[in-house]
Structure formats: C-alpha cells, structure tokens
C-alpha cells in the first residue's frame, strides 16, 4: 500500500502507526504475562493466552534492529520478560543467531540501559539453551570487549559484561581452555580495576568464582595457591560488596579443598602459598564489626556472610537451600550448589521457579528431576506437626547427627593440636 496518508476512513496505516499498535498489543500482552506468572507460577507454562508466544518473539526480535534505541529498549525488555517466564527453547531454534547478532549490536555503542539489558538477554539465552559452544563463539569478542575497553564502554556495562561472560561460558561452552581464559580475563579486572569502576571489579569476583565450579576437582589446588593471596587483600577493599564476595570466593575454593582431602584436610596447613591465620583473622573481624561509617543494612550483610564462611571454614558447615518445586523438594548443598543457585536467581529473578521445574539444563547442572505430574498432597494437621516441625523425629535425628559430626571433627582437631 501507498505510504502516503489518505483522507478517507479506509487508508492504509503508515509503517509508524502498525508498530504502535504493535506495540501497544505487546505491552498488554507483557502484563498479561506478569499477571499470570504471579497468579499461577508454573501453569503458565503452557497457557497460550498469556501472550508469549513464537510470533511475539519473532516480533521482539525484529524490533532490536530498529533505529531507535527507545524501541530496542522495549524489545530488550518484552524478551527478557518472556526468557524469564517461559522455558521455551524452541523459540530460539531457528532464530538464535539472529537475535545474538542483534543483542550484541545493542551492546556496542549503547546506553547505560539498553547495554546491561542486553547483556541480561544474552545470560537468560544461555542458561535456556545450555549447551551451544557456537552460542559463546559468537558472543565472546563482544563481551571481552566491553569488559576490556574502559575508555569506550562505562561501568555498568562493563560489569554486565563480566556476569555475561561468566554466564555463558558456564552454561553454553563445552572447552575447559573458554573457561581458563574468561577467567584470567575477570583476573585482570580484579587486579586492576580502577577506583570508580567497583561495579565491574564486584561483578569480576563473582562471575569469576562462578567460573571455579566448572573446573575439574583437580584444578583447585593450584588455582587456591594462585590466587587466595589476591583474594585475602580484597578482604580489606574499602567496599563491603567487594569483601563479600572474595570472602564467598575463598568459602569456595577452601570447600572445595576439604572435599579432596576430607581425612587429612587441615586449614592451617593445607596451603604454603596462604596466611590463613591472617585470613581467619580478617575474617573474624568482619563478622563482628561494628563499623559506624557502613549503613547497618550493608554492616548487617557482610556480618552474617561472614560468619557463615566462618563457620565452613572452622567447623565444616557448609550452606544449603531447600526450595519446593512443583510440590517436590529441591536441595542445594554446600558452596558449588549454592553459588551457581545464586548466579541463576539474578539471571532468572521471578522466573527461577518456572525454569527450575521446565528446563533441562538447570536439571543437568544441579543433577534433579522435576516429576510434571506431581500434584500437592493435603496433611492433616497432625500430619504437618510429625513431618515439618522443628520438633519431629525426623528433624531432631537429622540435628543430633550433624551435631554428632561436629563433636568428632572437634575431638580430631584437638588431639591434632595436642600432638
């Protein structure tokens, strides 16, 4: 049809006009999808009236190469949302090149919003599709240099870029040398990041203990020799964000440690290259602080992080989560588990349990299968007092055995001290 406008009521809409509409249809359908999510969690996985569907995609996807950065904001937006609720692989079948290429083209160049967007775009394909090595072939160049050209890129780019990083070659990369080298990139951030770019050296530290629970058992000793001394200064970085997460880094590596070497395992020793008492000391400092110039939200923070590093480190008691999927509990146990859970919620935010129940790859990784058909079963309420209480049978033996266990690991330091 003609372009130009009509007088009569049955013209031709303009180009501009359609996509407003669109739009407008899209947006609808986006709050419609919230709506569902929050109403019914996983049932809308397989609602075709919530608006998520292969043609709102394809659409989302067409809109990222728009000129204007307004529109490819909303198209950002409208994917993320749509990656985040719906597991859905097959849309990304045979439009997945497309949509890298395009995403990585918002990341060049961008805005302070429409880059971190699209990085979160990038990490939600990734842990969707697993898997790809092609996937991380095709946007690691971008993502190396955003973290890598300070000059071009800002901070929150940057950092948005190291969590990419991380994420993809955690979820899509196949070769443990991808893993090595994102790592001593991430490496050189950390030790040479400036003093107004904490976000990406916060990110660093994070996504790169991410990358150590990819790697081998074996490498771990070396990497902890390497790269603890770095790690420990880091515990006296001004910024509580960074404190926390090289404390969460070294609960890691020396969890890791302790596992290989479980009958011989001794912190003080186990080591040449670490000051672990200097550690320890930093450590307990920070669990206990009482800091006047840290709001109480962040002194709070970083005390109770601490001491649950403390209390793995000194008395083997490493973190867990139970979550309830689909009616069916899921357990994340010690500092792998549950520092890849963390990486996956900030990837997936409201949309953790729909893929923690539909995708297959987070099976993989954390090694679980979701029964689809499992409905919830009803107790009495008797039933709920012997079965969840804190005062069951099955709660009180499941304390009297790891108070059990840290009564021995006690009883072995001491006679070792003895001697």
Not at 49 to 57: R, T, W, Y
Not at 145 to 161: L, Y
Not at 227 to 245: F, T, Y
């Amino acid at each position: 049809g003609s372009r130009t406008a009509g007088t009569t009521a049955s013209r031709t809409p303009t180009k501009s006009e359609l996509m407003s509409s669109r739009r407008a249809r899209h947006a609808e359908e986006d709050a419609d999808a919230g709506s569902n999510a929050g109403d019914s969690g996983g049932a809308a996985q397989g609602d075709a009236s919530d608006g998520l569907s292969q043609s709102c995609f394809e659409e989302y996807v067409d809109d990222l190469g728009e000129k204007r950065h307004t529109t490819r904001e909303k198209a950002l937006g409208s994917l993320l949302n749509l990656l985040r609720l719906r597991c859905s692989p097959d849309f990304l079948d045979n439009n997945w090149e497309t949509l890298l290429s395009r995403v990585c083209r918002c990341v060049k160049g961008a805005s302070v919003t429409e880059g971190p967007a699209a990085l979160d775009v990038l990490s939600t394909v990734a842990i969707t599709m697993g898997r790809t090595p092609q996937f991380y072939e095709l946007v690691s160049p971008t993502l190396l240099e955003a973290i890598n050209d300070v000059d071009s890129f800002p901070d929150e780019i940057s950092s948005s870029a190291a969590t990419a990083l991380s994420n993809t070659c955690f979820f899509c990369s196949t070769d443990v040398n991808d893993t090595l080298q994102s790592m001593e990139v991430l490496q050189k951030v950390i030790q040479h990041s400036a003093p107004d770019r904490l976000r990406s050296l916060c990110a660093s530290i994070s996504a790169w203990t991410l990358l150590c629970t990819a790697l081998d058992e074996s490498m771990i000793p070396s990497v902890l020799d390497k790269h603890a001394p770095m790690l420990i200064s880091l515990l006296e970085h001004a910024d509580v964000n960074v404190r926390v997460e090289a404390g969460l880094s070294l609960a890691l590596l020396f969890s890791v440690l302790r596992e290989q070497n479980e009958d011989d395992f001794d912190l003080k020793t186990c080591s040449d290259s670490v000051d672990t008492d200097n550690m320890l000391e930093l450590m307990n400092s920070l669990a206990h602080a009482n800091a006047t110039r840290h709001s109480k939200k962040d002194k709070q923070k970083e005390q109770e992080a601490f001491r649950d590093i403390l209390r793995s480190l000194e008395d083997d008691d490493d973190p867990e989560e139970k979550l309830t999927v689909l009616f069916q509990p899921v357990h994340f146990e010690g500092w792998t588990q549950t520092t890849q859970l963390k990486h996956v919620r900030d990837i997936l935010a409201t949309g953790l349990l729909s893929h923690l129940e539909h995708n297959e790859v987070l099976h993989d990784v954390f090694d679980f299968h979701i029964d689809q058909h499992r409905r919830k079963q009803h107790m009495t309420h008797q039933e709920k007092r012997q079965s969840l209480s804190s005062n069951s049978a099955k709660s009180k033996q499941a304390t009297q055995g790891r108070n059990k266990a840290r009564d021995v690991r006690s009883a072995i330091a001491n006679s070792s001290l003895a001697e």
